[in-house]
């Protein structure tokens, strides 16, 4: 048994674990080790090759790649310290971890502990798509895997299911790659993916868009050999008679992302049972006294920029933990989504003061009106030029003592 | 002749929805944009509609068989695939650092070719 200790432990090293572990380096926190289970570091980012990244950020657009690069080579000159292929078994409510890699079984006890797990994607089995069991069905991460880091191309003929960004990134790859892709499936009546990936991936290269569509059969015995597509109604339901078969080799899954969190399941910590997240307050603690959490394992976010800002105030409050610079307050605010709104983090506020709120609508509004209620008291309202359950909502609201006082809750919700 | 056309931008996540009345080759940016940016995107996108391309070029020798690339600046749409052709011919020895001219003047477009990541040799 190998025994450490640290002031922060970071779990992941994807964008959100770098950006927590640098800001919590600059805050103070002496020691930070970074674990993640991967040979490289930087997550998923090493296999985005296409740009677009960091442009809220930095204000200019960089590849997944550079992005991750950046981030590294700032967590190098920070004294980071890395641990790579490391397995973390579990956590305990006093913040000592069992992990474990080549070396053997290691026993860390953190002073606080940052959750930058990420997020899976959703596989054929979320979607409970009936046929066949062949190969030639990919979720589109793996398949960006396969494409860009190890040089193996996955089919010829690919239909791909979901408009998530990587769904539409990877019909663009794919095309570049000599694939003939014949359209993008979407069971909703608009893209999932950015307005910017419809565009350029879909529009520029004349690949279909089939909204209201599903896949309702896989078809094949080695090699998928066709899928069957159908159009839904408005209530998701396929309607009979609208089936039509289409000759493909690869089927590609875009259908969403679950953030991690077995480990933080595993030690109890609350989570939100719309963004499968750990419910935080406005420093990023979870239910667990100096346990973090940020990144896609947080909730899923549209872009890595607004992620990562939210992953270095995660990590600035695991160093100041560290340092007891920790104001306690006993009351608090629970924050609810309201009419038209799915999910709204942070899930509580407990200290006064500005507090960014990150929400999204259920469906595309034009100039939709944000409210935000506390016991029935309006405290904010803007109107927007229009809202896509795609895009993420930011919001900064002001939290004065008076209200934290109320101990009510606040409600965010979509007006007309 | 005029023609309006509404574009949407690239430029950022947001995707605004812009408005623009072209006429021959000028183009008025009507209406939707929320920052400048969006202005010379509208502007681009009506007269000569250009791309940031990326892809990747196989790598000899090094911790992976591939480098990730993009254009130094945006290609235009029509040559897209012309100049992948040319990228796909190449093959470079690791190890490779971020930011290397891979191709100079790509295609004939004067646009270069450069690394989007660092490669190390295979040891």
């Not at chain 1, 896609?296 to 160093?319: E, F």
């Not at chain 2, 400048?36 to 995107?41: A, L, P, R, S």
Request: a positive charge.
């Amino acid at each position: 048994m190998i025994n450490l200790n640290v002031d922060v432990l970071v779990i992941g090293c994807g964008p959100a674990g770098l950006a927590a572990a640098i800001s919590a380096k600059k805050n103070g926190a002496k020691n930070v080790l970074i674990l993640d289970r991967n040979t490289w570091l930087g997550g998923i980012l090493p296999q985005c090759i296409h740009d677009g990244f960091g442009v809220e950020e930095t204000g200019s657009s960089m590849t997944g790649t550079e992005y991750a690069e950046m981030y590294i080579n700032e967590a190098e000159k920070n004294d980071i310290s890395f641990m790579n292929e490391t397995m973390v078994l579990e956590f305990n409510k006093k913040r000592q971890i069992t992990a474990v890699n080549k070396n053997g079984l290691h026993k860390i006890n953190a002073g606080s502990i940052v959750l930058a797990m990420g997020c899976r994607e959703k596989t054929r089995w979320n979607a409970m798509i009936a046929g066949g069991r062949p190969s030639g069905i990919f979720t589109a991460g793996v398949a960006q895997a396969f494409i860009n880091l190890y040089n193996i191309m996955i089919g010829k003929n690919v239909v791909v299911l979901g408009s998530g960004d990587v769904g539409l990134i990877m019909a663009r790859r794919l095309k570049f790659e000599g694939a003939n892709v014949l359209g993008v499936v979407e069971i909703f009546p608009y893209a999932s993916g950015l307005p910017r990936n419809v565009v350029q991936c879909l529009d520029d290269y004349d690949i279909p868009l089939f909204l209201n569509h599903t896949v309702t059969y896989i078809k094949g015995k080695e090699r998928l050999e066709s899928v069957t597509i159908a159009q839904v109604d408005k209530d998701l339901k396929v309607l009979p008679g609208s089936e039509r078969k289409i000759n493909c080799d690869t089927l590609l899954l875009s259908l969403g992302l679950i953030p991690e969190n077995e480990l933080s399941k595993g030690v109890g910590i609350v989570l939100d049972t719309v963004t499968e997240g750990p419910v935080v307050d406005q420093n990023y603690e979870t239910s667990l006294s100096g346990v973090f959490a940020c990144g896609n394992c947080l909730h899923v976010y549209d872009t890595v920029d607004v992620l990562s800002v939210d992953a270095k105030i995660a990590g600035k409050n695991a160093a100041l933990f560290n340092s007891n610079q920790k104001f306690l307050f006993n009351k608090e605010i629970n924050i609810r989504p309201g009419k038209g709104v799915s999910y709204v983090v942070p899930q509580k506020i407990n200290c006064p003061g500005k507090t960014s709120l990150k929400f999204r609508v259920k469906t595309p509004e034009e100039r939709p009106r944000i409210r935000c209620t506390l016991k029935n008291d309006d405290i904010y309202e803007k109107r927007l030029a229009y809202a896509n359950p795609a895009n993420m909502i930011v919001i900064d609201i002001d939290i004065s003592s008076n209200m934290l006082q109320s101990d009510g809750i606040l409600e965010v919700s979509i007006d007309d | 002749m005029t023609e309006k056309k509404q574009i949407t931008c690239i430029v950022c996540p947001l995707g605004c929805k812009i408005m623009v009345d072209i006429k021959g080759d000028k183009v008025d940016v009507l209406s939707g944009n929320k920052c400048k940016k969006g202005v010379n995107y509208a502007i681009y996108e009506a007269l000569d509609p250009r791309r940031v391309l990326t892809t990747s070029v196989l790598v000899e020798d090094g911790e992976w068989p591939l480098v990730s690339v993009k254009s130094s600046r945006p290609v235009p749409k029509n040559k897209i695939f012309d100049v992948l052709k040319e990228i796909r011919k190449v093959k470079i020895k690791a190890p490779v650092k971020i930011g290397r001219t891979i191709i100079m003047d790509v295609a004939g477009t004067g646009i270069d070719i450069i690394s989007t990541k660092s490669i190390k040799k295979c040891l």
